[in-house]
């Protein structure tokens, strides 16, 4: 192992406990990445005089020089080999989707200062490491996210899909909370289910919410590279259809309902059908509906959304309405020779409505077509 430094830890706090966990939190990096090198960024710390002091190694041959000693051109190179190593290194995480590991890294990350950057070199090959990782300053006006500064990390778009859990169908007009890089962001899917988040650090952790209310619910996470393309599930909003009937099961049109549900409260009135419609509705909802009368609510009926009914019904008690059939009348057609004698057991076919029927005259020539509505227009035929 190669000595770096050895440094006091008075001034400093570290972010992940105390100084003494620094050994082991450096055995859980090494161990996150056992088929690579990223950990390599990172020095070794051993904690000395029972945590006033720390020394920190490397296991990069060569001749260790602080940042704060390298020339303008020497910096320069330090940093883009950070910016490198740190890349590679987040980059590495996505394959965890995991956000405590990323918040982890990301506080091994923060350092004190500049100072604590050390390039090595030896026969031409140059290493970069930090010391201090996971310290930062207690001291007022202290700077935080030093290493930020130099990264130069790329800001992409985020493009999201906006879908359905249940059909993964597009789910337009959508409302998201993002949490990412310390910002909250809300954000409403447009009428194809796509939402753009516009400059996101490359190899931010990024999560998605659902609002319900003032809570947010079903949390999803996602780590912004280049090209990405991300997929956000929401709750099913089915539309729920009600179907209002007499108590023999008997459409009725014309009754006014009031709905609420949530902040929510409409009106609606049952069309011809007997039907009425709540538009995306989201699954799991409990929706009252009534009716109003004498400022009272009247035939209260509860019902909870689920994409799996096919309708909602409603009974209203209407012993006491008459329901008129449909008025009809009988036809009766007369069938006679060219002269105008009468043709019994002639044959007749009349069409209406889309139906065809066949009849036939009686000894006297009339033929009768019972329970035809008033104003029903009908072709007849007839035939010896």
């Known amino acids: 192992m190669n000595l770096i430094a050895t440094k006091q830890i008075a001034d400093t706090r570290y972010m992940l406990g105390a100084a003494e966990t620094a050994s082991g939190h450096y055995k859980q990096i090494r161990a ?14 051993v904690i000395l005089d029972g945590g006033f002091r720390i020394s920190w190694m490397t296991e990069y041959p060569g001749t260790p020089i602080c940042y704060d000693k390298l020339t303008d051109e020497e910096k320069a190179m330090a940093r883009d080999l950070l910016s490198d190593k740190i890349k590679k290194l987040l980059s590495s995480l996505k394959k965890f989707n995991d956000d405590s590991i990323v918040d982890f890294m990301y506080k091994c990350i923060e350092i004190p200062g500049m100072s604590d950057v050390y390039l090595i070199r030896k026969d031409g090959q140059d290493n970069v490491v930090i010391t201090q990782w996971g310290f930062v300053n207690d001291t007022p006006g202290a700077e935080k996210g030093l290493l930020y500064k130099i990264l130069n990390v790329k800001k992409i778009p985020m493009n999201f899909s906006v879908v359905y859990s249940d059909s993964e169908q597009s789910a337009p007009f959508e409302d998201i909370i993002f949490e990412f890089d310390g910002n909250t962001i809300s954000a409403k899917s447009d009428e194809n289910g796509k939402i753009v988040l516009e400059k996101v650090k490359e190899n931010s952790f990024v999560k998605a919410f659902e609002p319900d209310g003032e809570q947010r619910i079903n949390m999803q996470t996602f780590t912004c590279y280049e090209d990405g393309r991300y997929k ?19 459409p009725l049109s014309g009754f006014e309902f009031v709905f609420e549900y949530g902040a929510s ?57 008459v329901v008129k059939e449909p008025e009809t009348h009988n036809m009766r057609f007369k069938v006679t020779d060219e002269k105008n004698n009468i043709v019994a057991n002639a044959e007749v076919t009349v069409k ?10 009686d000894e006297n020539g009339y033929a009768v077509l019972p329970n035809v509505p008033p104003g029903t227009q009908v072709e007849v035929k007839a035939r010896k």
């Open 265 to 321: 409260r409409v009106t609606a009135v049952s069309d011809a059908e007997g039907k009425m419609t709540l538009k995306r509705i989201k699954s799991g909802t409990t929706v009252r509906a009534f009716q109003l009368v004498n400022q009272q609510q009247d035939n209260v009926n509860t019902f909870v959304c689920n994409p799996q009914t096919a309708f909602y019904p409603i009974v209203v008690n209407v012993e006491d309405v």
């Open 352 to 361: 209406y409505n889309g139906k065809t029927e066949v009849l036939h005259t």
């Open 232 to 250: 956000i599930k929401v709750t099913p909003k089915p539309d729920m259809l009600f179907v209002v009937t007499d108590q023999k099961q008997r």
């Open 32 to 45: 996150t990445f056992p088929d690579g090198d990223e950990y390599k960024v990172f020095a070794e710390p």
